[in-house]
């Protein structure tokens, strides 16, 4: 059997990536609580304000183009997920479950 190494991946949903990539650093310079289900929470709003970018791939590919659509949408990206943080903050949903940790290591470096 002739094995292609041209292996398409699953259309994917790019903007994942690149919420993502910004989730943790934008959470960290805001005084959000950090726990997963928030985290998740933001993460999840951020992308239902965002559009879809579905791609597809090759296995072990490294995206180029991906890149010219990261800086695309970086800026929309950051403010989504600004927003995001700001609706969860007034209604985090941590309180369903068992709340392990919580505001506890507050940073301020930022400002
Ligand atoms: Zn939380």
Redesign the pocket.
Known sequence: MAENSNELTRPKNYMEDVVFKHLDSIIASTD????????M?IAAYALNQLPNKYVVTRKGEVYSKMLELQQQFEADVIIAIVKAIEV?KKN???DDEV?VE?NESKSEQVQ
Do not use: G, N, S
């Not at 959000?32 to 985290?39: A, G, V």
């Open positions: 959000c609580c950090r726990c997963q289900r928030c985290r929470d969860v985090p949903r941590h709340l919580k």
